[in-house]
């Protein structure tokens, strides 16, 4: 072999030692991002005081693999009226409150579900902006695999009570907020 080949290989080794690395981690964040995490950029207040906007969130898109939703679980999911006129790229960020089966009424700003077993329950609000919510919704009747759900800043957020397509499917759940990573890193719940 040469001087020229030789110098040739040299350089291509170089070159595949440096991009080697680059392409693994890009393979890897892909992947991440596909499969494990969903991150978003929350445009609106509608999620006050637990997010704020412009806060920059991290979902797991594991979460909901082996169990089922819970109540007050914040969500990152396709927004239902979008899906229905064809736009998989609309995502909306929401509160848990109905699970399925159950029926939610608000009240003067109140929300009562009443449980599948004809319980009924005044919910924790503990969460909602320090506005006092306002207004009589409901009831609503929550489908099998489905959610309905409330933004924290209960005047001033377009949800389930608003929507044409009014509860989210389990399938439309893209998963569950974990933590924001701007302005400032922190857990969210």
């Known amino acids: 072999m040469s001087k020229k080949e030789a110098k040739k290989k040299s350089f291509l080794m170089e070159a595949l030692d440096f991009c080697l690395p680059i392409v693994i981690a890009l393979v890897i964040a892909i992947l991440l991002k596909s499969f494990v995490f969903a991150n978003a950029v929350v445009p609106t207040g509608s999620m006050l005081n637990t997010i704020q906007e412009g806060d920059r969130i991290i979902a797991s898109r594991l979460e909901y693999k082996d169990k089922d939703p819970e109540r007050y679980d914040i969500i990152i999911f396709r927004f239902p009226d979008a899906v229905a006129a064809g736009d998989n790229k609309t995502f909306f960020v929401k509160r848990i409150i109905g699970l399925p089966g159950e029926k939610v009424e608000i009240v003067n700003g109140l929300v009562y579900v009443t449980h599948t077993d004809g319980?009924?329950?005044?919910?924790?609000?503990d969460f909602v902006t320090?506005?006092?919510?306002?207004?009589?919704?409901?009831?609503?009747?929550?489908?099998?695999?489905s959610y309905f759900c409330l933004g924290d800043n209960r005047n001033h957020s377009e949800d389930s009570r608003f929507w044409e397509n009014k509860y989210v499917d389990k399938e439309l759940i893209v998963g569950k907020v974990k933590f924001r990573y701007f302005p400032k890193i922190s857990k969210i719940e």
């Open 119 to 125: 319980q009924k329950e005044k919910l924790r609000d």
């Open 130 to 145: 320090t506005e006092t919510p306002t207004g009589y919704y409901g009831p609503f009747e929550v489908p099998e695999n």
